[in-house]
């Protein structure tokens, strides 16, 4: 595996970095995950904006500008025998505020760690498609957005992981944060929806959670196809009562869900409106091709 970190590709066991970096020492940087299908990466620049964006908004400068990176990203598939016809490719992209003494000043940093890994996507199996997945409300809640805004995608994971350890001690897929006024947000990973009554809903951002990439193309596919779109502030209950369910991120793309706190959504099966709109997404990647579906 090569890795490509600050200037150059270095082999997976030269890719190290000081234990005084500070994205090790305060979880102090940003992150991006991007996708291929076949040679071509999904959302490209989006991704690249928002990593650029989410650099700025805790005033990290990136020292390699936005138009290397597509080249870049290319190279890392390349060396790494990925994103390519037979294989499509998971990169993620981490910048951190770098090496410096200990305090949290940024200054104490001179130059941030840039890190790009490309590795084989490894989607989810197939029949969750079918079978539809299973969540929980996890007791964590979703960061306050006056804390830490949820469209920073920060390295700091720690308030995610406590969600997802909920959720794995439960034997669920995923859990589903709720923000400070009790509201649905989004799940560890993925951004939620669900169908009631033929309308999509799909939590606000002001209620504080990312703005997914796969989100903003499921919202312009329902908006082409009419469907009714609500987006606002929901409650559990609201779910529970939902005809359809699912999440969306850009691995994952539509993922049906079928339960949710032992609840079944609907008849706990894909509904017509999910697999519409997984159909829709699929045909709108236009030449992208998934190489990894059967
Ligand atoms: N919400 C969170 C917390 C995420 O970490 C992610 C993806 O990493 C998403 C939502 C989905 O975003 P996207 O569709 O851009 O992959």
């Not at 598939?77 to 910048?95: E, K, S």
């Not at 947000?185 to 993925?190: F, G, H, I, K, P």
Request: net charge negative.
């Amino acid at each position: 595996m090569w890795i490509f970190l600050n200037d150059r590709f270095v082999k997976r066991e030269d890719a190290l970095i000081s234990v005084f970096d500070h994205g090790f020492l305060y979880g102090d940087g940003v992150y991006e995950t991007i996708r291929s299908y076949g040679d071509r990466l999904y959302m490209e620049q989006e991704h690249i904006l928002r990593l650029f964006r989410s650099a700025e908004s805790i005033g990290l400068s990136i020292p390699i500008p936005p138009e290397r990176w597509p080249e870049l990203l290319h190279e890392a598939m390349i060396r790494n025998d990925v994103g390519h016809a037979r294989q499509d490719a998971y990169l993620r992209i981490t910048v951190t505020r770098g090496a410096g003494d200990i305090g949290l000043d940024p200054a104490l940093c001179p130059s941030p760690t840039v890190v790009i890994m490309a590795k084989p996507l490894l989607p989810p199996n197939e029949s969750l498609y079918t079978t539809g997945v299973e969540l929980i409300v996890a007791s964590t809640r979703r960061n306050l957005p006056g804390a830490l805004s949820p469209q920073i995608k920060a390295i700091s994971f720690l308030n995610n992981i406590l969600a997802k350890r909920e959720a794995i001690a439960a034997g669920a897929f995923d859990g589903i944060l709720l923000n400070w006024e009790h509201h649905l947000t989004e799940c560890t990973t993925s951004n939620l929806f669900f169908v009631t009554d033929g309308r999509l809903h799909t939590p606000a951002l002001e209620c504080g959670l990312l703005e997914g990439i796969t989100r903003t193309a499921v919202l312009h596919l329902a908006n082409a196809r009419r469907l009714p779109i609500e987006e606002g502030r929901f409650t559990p209950a609201h779910l529970y009562h939902a005809d359809e369910c699912f999440l969306t991120n850009t691995t994952m793309e539509i993922m049906p869900v079928a339960v949710v706190d032992r609840r079944q959504i609907g008849d706990g099966k894909p509904g017509p409106i999910t697999r519409v709109l997984r159909k829709l997404f699929r045909a709108s990647r236009g030449g992208f091709q998934n190489t990894t579906e059967p």
